[in-house]
């Protein structure tokens, strides 16, 4: 088991942050958009991928944390030494589904 940061034991040390297979660019955007980009981008990934994710705007180090939470996702924290504030986590088999239009909303369910 790695180390894990002082002040948040979900969260591993900095310099344990993995290599990215996957790198999606949300410099500029508010992190809805963020959000879809990189529901977008991830989608058929496979379980494991390490997605870094480029994220100027402010409230990404809450919100990409938070939608890993929501999705299960495992967010493995910022990235550092990066030019910009860029973030990691890695895709899981059974996350849950969004929607492709409201990342923060589970995608509804297949009609019956």
């Known amino acids: 088991m790695s180390p ?3 002040t948040n034991p979900e969260v591993p040390e900095v310099s344990e942050v993995p290599e990215p297979d996957l790198t ?3 410099t500029g955007l508010l992190c809805v958009t963020l959000l879809l980009r990189l529901r977008k981008q991830i989608d ?5 991928t390490v997605v870094h994710v480029i994220a100027t705007d402010p409230a990404a ?7 890993c939470h929501m999705t299960g996702h495992h967010y ?8 910009q504030p860029v973030f990691a986590l890695r895709l899981v088999a059974d996350a849950l589904s969004t ?5 923060w909303h589970p995608a509804a369910p297949p009609a019956v």
Request: hydrophobic share 40%.
């Open 4 to 6: 894990t940061s002082p």
């Open 24 to 26: 999606v660019d949300g």
């Open 44 to 48: 058929g990934a496979a379980p494991g």
């Open 61 to 67: 180090p809450l919100d990409l944390p938070a939608w």
């Open 76 to 83: 493995l924290g910022p990235v550092p030494g990066a030019e």
């Open 99 to 103: 929607r492709a239009d409201a990342p």
